[in-house]
Nanobody
């Protein structure tokens, strides 16, 4: 059983940056698609960014396009989400997820993922 562990969340001021990391407890094969989702209080979980196993294909939600960068280091078995120019609307619990079998376009959907982390809180103060 694979467990995903997120880290890097915290409190940051508007305009600041954070880098979230996701490291699985078990082996995540380089073929797995990886994604980041977030859920703000009272709102549904939403897609943030995804990356294919090779790292060639990435997708971003419109709300973070230009401010977020997803990357992966398969040698370190770790996925990252760099978030810049943060604003209070980015406040949420951020979840990492892994998909064993998914084409890149489907990685925008939560249903494509087989494993989820427990989440890390990101709070942006105004």
């Amino acid at each position: 059983q694979v467990q995903l562990v997120e880290s890097g969340g915290g409190l940051v001021q508007t305009g600041g940056s954070l880098r979230l990391s996701c490291a699985p407890s078990g082996r995540i094969f380089s073929t797995y698609g990886m994604g980041w989702f977030r859920q703000a209080p009272g709102k549904e979980r939403e897609f943030v960014a995804s990356i294919s196993g090779s790292g060639i294909s990435t997708n971003y939600a419109d709300s973070v396009l230009g401010r977020a960068t997803i990357s992966r280091d398969n040698a370190k078995n770790t996925v990252y989400l760099q978030m810049n120019s943060l604003n209070p609307e980015d406040t949420a619990v951020y979840y990492c997820a892994a998909a064993k079998f998914a084409i890149p376009v489907n990685l925008r959907k939560g249903s494509a993922y087989d494993y989820w982390g427990q989440g890390t809180q990101v709070t942006v103060s105004s």
